[in-house]
């Protein structure tokens, strides 16, 4: 049944249609005509049309008063009539409410979607260490989304075996890997940028920067050509990912023309390039980034999106970029209810982060998916962050079964109020030895010489001239080594682990509290990506019938989990 054509055939039985009009008591969108038995009443049909998806919505009016058993029903088959002069004649019912197909590839930008390859516009974020595994990548790319791994703070032999294995198991379906900006660790991100261009990664997800790096323009610009058709072509793409404006600002801006010339002076790239990339943005896709997991500003979804758009469009007429820029939403995508406010407002693409690492595939401990999947939103709290240490740069962590947060916070307090090691009292570094480190200082700087001596020999060299420095390095071990231990599942260390998590985990858990996804063993990327998805369809026709004036109980807008096989019935 659609408008203004007839999808039944015949009208069999029920009353035929009177030659006069009949004057509608109220207001009403359209007409409909048909036989009883195509009338389904009652609030479980409304919400079953309603979340068929694929299928148009018509809500016929009842009237209690006027005529005693007709109902407010839902119309599965008959005629149907639209305009604003339409007329009820005898036998017709009026619709009242009426919401079209929206199917989940029509959620986002087309555009989006035909850039990066995919079916559906949904990105799983990168999650450092490894906790963005290639498994989730894999599984996101194989049901046409994209996924990201989680590049940071991984050797670069492993980021290697992942990109080996990311290539043979996906061919050419779209994945991306993430480029973090290491101010204390610059050597770090230019090999890491050497990496992605040995082995033509051409997707990168750009975050945790402050302000450009000249490896991360390199990469950008790197093969940049102007086709046969006069475009300028950038093999290499970059999703930024940004909470500020004056970041956001770079990433959309053309990059730096010092950073041009002196890739010309190094022999990275040709005049003739430099000229090009200054037709181009460092970024075509941003993600706007809102109160998320690890690296945050605690920037507010529905302020931070909205002014995040408005720069993409006031940038957008300053270039006139052949291709229009682009922003999608993160931070707090973690219901069907957050999922369509981000579309509804704009967003291009919804990414998700902290949901996913309690779900099988994440790169982390069985302990930690369950210590995810029983937090609620009031179990995080700040902690310094491992790579930006001596900057005060913090993370959002899980509060909730860990004492990382507190004794993370108690050691940057000593490096701002000691210049060495040896300045600390001593009551207090037995506490640390004793209690938080568990080994000497003498032992954890062993660890750290071995360490650093592999990923960046300048770091232990200042450190043996800089008192300071190598308190730091020292404290840094601690960082990082909770991350290893909440990802290896250590059980000696439960207190000590490092869990990357903001609010967002806690409104998951509370809406699929006693469903099947409550289990973290259930919980897969795919059914959960495809659930917000779906359940954010489900709103965006529930809020067309609700704008159309329908009052509809709580039972009408429900919208609760489902699982792999129920969702795969409205795949495009």
């Known amino acids: 049944m659609s408008p203004l054509t007839r999808t039944s055939p015949h009208r069999t039985g029920g009353p035929s249609q009177a030659t006069g009009p009949v004057e509608p008591t109220a207001a009403v969108l359209g007409a409909w005509s048909g036989h009883v038995s195509d009338v389904l009443p009652g609030a479980d049909a409304l919400r079953e049309s309603i979340a068929d998806i694929r299928r148009p919505v018509y809500v016929l009016g009842g009237d209690e008063v006027a005529q005693p058993g007709l109902r407010r029903a839902v119309a599965v088959r008959g005629e149907t009539r639209f305009g ?39 990105v799983a974020g990168a999650m450092a260490n490894g906790i963005g595994s290639a498994e989730v990548v894999e599984a996101m790319s194989h049901a046409g989304m994209l996924g990201i791994f989680g590049a940071a703070g991984l050797p670069l032999r492993t980021v290697e075996a992942a990109i080996d294995r990311l290539t043979s198991s996906l061919g050419g379906a779209p994945f991306g890997f993430n480029l973090i900006h290491s101010p204390n660790e610059p050597d770090v991100e230019h090999g890491v940028v050497d990496l992605y261009l040995r082995h033509g990664v051409r997707l990168v997800e750009a975050s945790a920067y402050m302000r450009l790096t000249l490896p991360l323009i390199r990469y950008r610009v790197s093969g940049i050509y102007r086709d046969t058709d006069g475009r300028v072509v950038t093999p290499n793409r970059v999703i930024a990912k940004a909470s500020r404006v004056e970041v956001a600002t770079r990433f959309f801006s053309p990059p730096p023309e010092a950073f041009l010339q002196e890739l010309v002076a190094r022999g990275d790239i040709t005049e003739t390039q430099a000229r090009l990339a200054r037709e181009i943005p460092v970024a075509q ?113 899980l509060k909730r079964g860990t004492m990382f947060a507190m004794r993370g916070g108690r050691l940057y307090e000593l490096y701002r109020a000691y210049d060495s090691i040896d300045e600390i009292p001593e009551d207090e570094r037995q506490k640390l030895e004793e209690t938080v480190f568990r080994k000497s200082f003498e032992e954890v700087l062993e660890d750290v010489r071995t360490y650093f001596l592999e990923r960046d020999p300048t770091q232990w060299e200042r450190a043996q001239i800089d008192p300071k420095h190598r308190m730091a390095l020292a404290f840094r071990w601690y960082l990082g080594q909770t991350s290893i231990w909440a990802n290896t599942g250590e059980p000696s260390r439960t207190l000590d682990y490092q869990i990357w998590c903001g609010p967002a985990m806690g409104a998951f858990n509370a809406w699929v509290q006693d469903s099947f996804l409550a289990e973290a063993s259930n919980r897969s990327v795919v059914t959960v990506s495809l659930n917000l998805l779906y359940g954010a369809a489900v709103l965006g026709r529930i809020q067309t019938l609700r704008s159309q004036g329908l009052i509809l109980s709580p039972e009408e807008q429900q919208v609760l989990p489902r699982t792999l096989s129920q969702l795969e019935m409205h795949l495009p």
């Open 285 to 397: 896709d941003l993600t706007a980034e809102a109160d998320s997991a690890g690296h945050t500003d605690n920037r507010p979804a529905l302020g931070l999106l909205p002014t995040m758009i408005a720069l993409r469009d006031r940038i957008q007429r300053e270039y006139a970029y052949p291709e229009a820029l682009r922003v999608g939403a993160a931070g707090g995508i973690a219901t069907p209810h957050a999922a369509a406010a981000a579309f509804a407002m704009g967003a291009t693409y919804v990414l998700l982060g902290s949901v996913n690492q309690a779900c099988v595939e994440a790169g982390t401990s069985p302990a930690v998916r369950e210590m995810l999947a029983a937090s609620e939103q009031a179990d995080i709290a700040m902690a310094p962050a491992a790579d930006m240490f001596e900057m005060g740069v913090k993370v959002q962590v």
């Open 84 to 122: 604003t002069d339409v007329r009820l004649y005898e036998g017709d019912r009026a619709i009242v409410g009426h919401a079209a197909p929206l199917r989940l590839d029509n959620l986002g930008d087309p555009e989006f979607r035909k850039a990066h390859g995919l079916k559906l516009a949904c």
